[in-house]
């Protein structure tokens, strides 16, 4: 059995590995932010961000976007949550999660759960199964997301350049009226 202090070390372990640049994420970052922003963000929502790694997207969504909502992180490095079993503990405005879904056994679960929870809506990145070899880009990746998925769990959908190829990201938003 898997223990919160084993999912921080877990955590911190894939946190620190080698990454790409800041300004080389910030795409998906400004693809978010985009969603959120015209779906009507306002600086009085609370914005919770699952598998928040290092809270980029608050960076992103304060400097280069002037937000100041408040922005809450939810992510194993913090206190070990477990994405597959974790559940919102009460509704919240917003709910981001980026990069996050691809690592889990059903991320239909946590989908369902955010939708459940969100008052006005969810975004999602995630790489393009069609583009990419999701299941080969990270060991951790289980579950490649596709577009029809997102749009069966009732996200509208758009593609983007996350990663340097044409295309190869997906962004999904859900406002209940999708």
Known sequence: ???AGDRIRQCEKYI???RTPYRARKARYDATADQLFSAGISNRDILVDVGA???ELDVCLRVDYGWRGRYVPVDGWLDGVDLEAWQPP????WFACLEVLEHLRDPGRLVEA????ATCGVVITTP?????D???MDSTHLTPISQDMLREWGFRTTLHTFYGKYQDGITGLW???T
């Open 90 to 93: 009460r509704t919240f405005d």
């Open 1 to 3: 059995m898997t223990t």
């Open 16 to 18: 620190h590995r080698p």
């Open 128 to 132: 393009n199964p069609e583009v990419w």
């Open 175 to 177: 406002t209940g009226a």
């Open 53 to 55: 790694g290092g809270t």
């Open 114 to 117: 955010l939708q459940d929870n």
């Open 134 to 136: 999701v299941l080969a």
